[in-house]
């Protein structure tokens, strides 16, 4: 089994939480947390915040994450869809007009212990 340790950074203040979604497939991809593998909310201190996936089989996975502000479990959008607060993927890629591909978000989970780390735009 492996473990996964995720550093959030970046994060513009200690408001609210930061939302994580873990996928192991691009059903869902990046927002539908029903189809997350797993899923976790973090506390922030000092503009980040850190979590443990424990016990996950190795194989292929990619992360989205909210700073979820105002505790609502959405991120917040303007009238023209742009985020109001931060958000990061895996990989800390980015997508034109949208969220990255899955494919472009996607790492390799092995045995042992693996990090990430995403930093909030």
């Known amino acids: 089994m ?13 408001k609210g939480v930061i939302r994580v979604l873990l996928f192991d497939q691009e059903k869902g991809w990046p927002d539908d947390p029903s189809k997350a593998f797993k899923s976790a909310t ?6 980040k915040a850190t979590y443990t996936f424990k016990n996950l089989p190795a194989g292929i996975y990619a992360i ?12 917040r959008t ?18 034109t007009f949208g969220p990255p591909s899955f494919s472009k978000a996607t790492f390799s989970l092995t045995t042992g212990v693996n990090r990430q780390t995403i930093s909030l735009r």
């Open 2 to 14: 492996s473990q996964l340790d995720l550093t959030v950074d970046k994060i513009k203040s200690d």
């Open 42 to 47: 973090l506390k922030i201190v000092n503009q």
């Open 64 to 75: 989205a994450v909210i700073h979820d502000t105002e505790e609502t479990g959405k991120l």
């Open 78 to 95: 303007n009238r023209f869809g742009i985020p109001l607060d931060g958000y990061g993927f895996s990989n800390n890629v980015t997508g």
